[in-house]
């Protein structure tokens, strides 16, 4: 049996510690599937600023974003399927990045060069770590939407019968937005709610649109979410 890459890309202000990662991997363990645990930058976690000013939980926001890079995203994902490195000085770019910055508070030269640090490191180290494997499966929170859907693009380009799967906080709040990376095939399955079961049956090869749990598309190239187990 092949070994699943089990993989989170953090970023530096993440203190979502991936407990899922771990219960993921130790139930692939205890069903004898081999599985190697990725946590991309987590030697870059930093102490959270909550814990020196706790005044700071007085002003959350009540909802939690997990589209707002899209607009952006799917041009990066588009360029990268195509096998172009997208310039995010040119064309349409400049606009799309003067959005995104406006709406996080960001400045546009800050928000265009995060974008394109961000391609850069999942080009080379995210991908180039994870390119020999055949089934990668992503834990995706709010904090890590771009690195994953940019490395599974890259991932598909080089190998597009590899089976990338999604699943996390994300992925179950937001799978009906998420889907439409299924659709252009950027990855084959997510994964709504716990990942234990369906994982297992994912490394195990079954179909996804016969596991409990996952969305996928069909043979009729249709969405579909299984909600009974076959
Ligand atoms: C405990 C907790 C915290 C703790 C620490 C959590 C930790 N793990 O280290 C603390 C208090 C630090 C915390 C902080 C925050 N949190 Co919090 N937290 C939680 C909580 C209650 C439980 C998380 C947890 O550990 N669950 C247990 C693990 C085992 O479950 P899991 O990670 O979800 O993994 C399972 C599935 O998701 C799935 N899965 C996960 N990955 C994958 C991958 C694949 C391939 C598959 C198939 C399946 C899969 O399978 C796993 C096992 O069943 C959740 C709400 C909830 N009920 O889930 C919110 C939650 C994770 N937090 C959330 C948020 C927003 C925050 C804060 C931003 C709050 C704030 N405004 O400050 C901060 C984050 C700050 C930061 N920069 O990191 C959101 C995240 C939303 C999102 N879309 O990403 C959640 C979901 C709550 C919500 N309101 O929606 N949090």
Known sequence: ??????????????????????????????????????????????????????LIQLNL?????????????????????????PDLSEGFYPDLVNDYATRMFDTPGATQERFRATIEYCRTTVFGTLKHFTTVAFSINYLNIPETVITSCFLKLYNPDRKIVWGGPSITQSHKAFKLFLKKNVCDGLVIGEGEHPLLEISQGRTFSEIKGVMSLNDNNKITVCIHRK
Do not use: W
């Open 1 to 54: 049996m092949r070994k699943i890459a089990l993989v989170k890309v953090s970023c530096i202000n993440d203190r979502l510690i991936p407990l899922g990662l771990a219960c993921l991997q130790s139930y692939l363990k205890q069903n004898s599937i081999p599985v190697k645990v990725f946590n991309f930058r987590a030697t870059e976690y930093k102490l959270p600023k909550v814990i020196f000013d706790p």
């Open 61 to 85: 926001t009540d909802f939690v974003m997990n589209h707002q890079d899209f607009p952006l995203l799917l041009p990066i994902a588009n360029d990268i399927l195509e096998g172009k490195v």
